[in-house]
């Protein structure tokens, strides 16, 4: 896992290994494209708009297909196929303006105060099957916790990716603050537009047993993320809170170059 200097070097909180000049996303002469007839174009409350498609020969290729299917809480939803790992549940997607939105993978460490035992989950996606690229530029890596590490690793380990921070131990006097500033939350820019993430919390540079009996670690939009300091005070409050939070997503038609400028709505 990570090594001691990868940790001296997370002290530098927020911090930012690597930055590279973002790429945009291409939305590929649309006006081209034609919506293939019989094809349902919604899946639950959601709408799946051509290049897109649900099923068999209803997407503009293989790469285009969703699936159409139940999430936990038994409601139908699009996924995206997430080759050899889960699929990821789609909240939305809007063909104008080149974005997906998707539910968050969390990454988790928690103590249980009961049997002393500590449970891990590490999260992570696959996009190389699909058309989508984490975005760089609107979504950040967040950190939650108290004297909580943890890092994202982007393009798969071996081209070396990776950004992390330290959300900082919480005291009665940095209570008030409700911004994600260092303490109880950190954040870093991701380096890279992705197809592929992995990130975990490490366990040998984090102490959750104290104040705060879980850390967590997300990559999410930005915009829409607004830390509270019930996420540490209160077991559960976070967890609730993610279920509203995405992550975004831009796609890219094949290797066509052609960049079509498309509206930011934000
Ligand atoms: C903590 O451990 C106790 C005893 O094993 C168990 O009953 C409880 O469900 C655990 N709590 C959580 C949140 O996993
Ligand atoms: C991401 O990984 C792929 C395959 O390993 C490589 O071809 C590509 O150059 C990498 N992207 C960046 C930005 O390094
Ligand atoms: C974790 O925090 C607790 C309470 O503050 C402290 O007693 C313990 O020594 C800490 N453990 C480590 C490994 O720092
Ligand atoms: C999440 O969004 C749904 C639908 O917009 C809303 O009903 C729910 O209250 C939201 N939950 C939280 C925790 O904000």
């Known amino acids: 896992m990570a090594s001691l200097s990868f940790f001296k070097l997370a002290l530098l909180t927020p911090l930012l290994l690597l930055v590279l000049a973002s790429s945009t996303s291409s939305v590929a002469q649309l006006a081209r494209l034609q919506p293939k007839i019989g094809c349902q174009t919604q899946c639950g409350d959601v709408k799946v708009d051509y290049p897109f498609g649900i099923g068999k020969r209803c997407g503009r290729s293989e790469h285009f297909q969703l699936l159409c299917k139940?999430?936990?809480?038994?409601?139908?939803?699009?996924?995206?196929?997430?080759?050899?790992?889960?699929?990821?549940?789609?909240?939305?997607?809007?063909?104008?303006?080149?974005?997906?939105?998707?539910?968050?993978?969390v990454s988790s460490l928690c103590y249980n105060r009961t049997n002393g035992y500590v449970t891990f989950e590490f999260a992570e996606a696959d996009l190389t099957q699909t058309p989508f690229w984490v975005s760089n530029t609107r979504n950040m890596f967040i950190v939650i916790g108290s004297n909580v590490f943890a890092y994202i690793s982007l393009n798969g380990t071996k081209s070396g990716y990776t950004a992390g921070c330290v959300a900082q131990k919480l005291s009665k006097e940095s209570m008030v603050k409700s911004s994600c500033s260092g303490i109880g939350c950190c954040e870093a820019t991701i380096p890279i537009r992705s197809k592929l993430y992995f990130m975990l919390i490490d366990g040998s540079f984090s102490n959750v047993s104290s104040f705060n009996t879980c850390g967590h670690a997300v990559l999410t939009e930005v915009d829409r993320f607004r830390f509270s300091t019930s996420y540490l005070t209160t077991p559960g409050s976070f967890e609730k809170d993610i279920v509203n939070l995405s992550v975004v997503l831009d796609w890219t038609i094949g290797n066509e170059k052609c960049e079509l400028a498309h509206v930011m709505v934000s």
């Open 70 to 105: 139940r999430n936990d809480r038994g409601r139908f939803k699009p996924f995206i196929r997430g080759n050899k790992l889960d699929d990821l549940e789609v909240s939305s997607i809007s063909v104008t303006e080149g974005l997906a939105r998707i539910k968050n993978p």
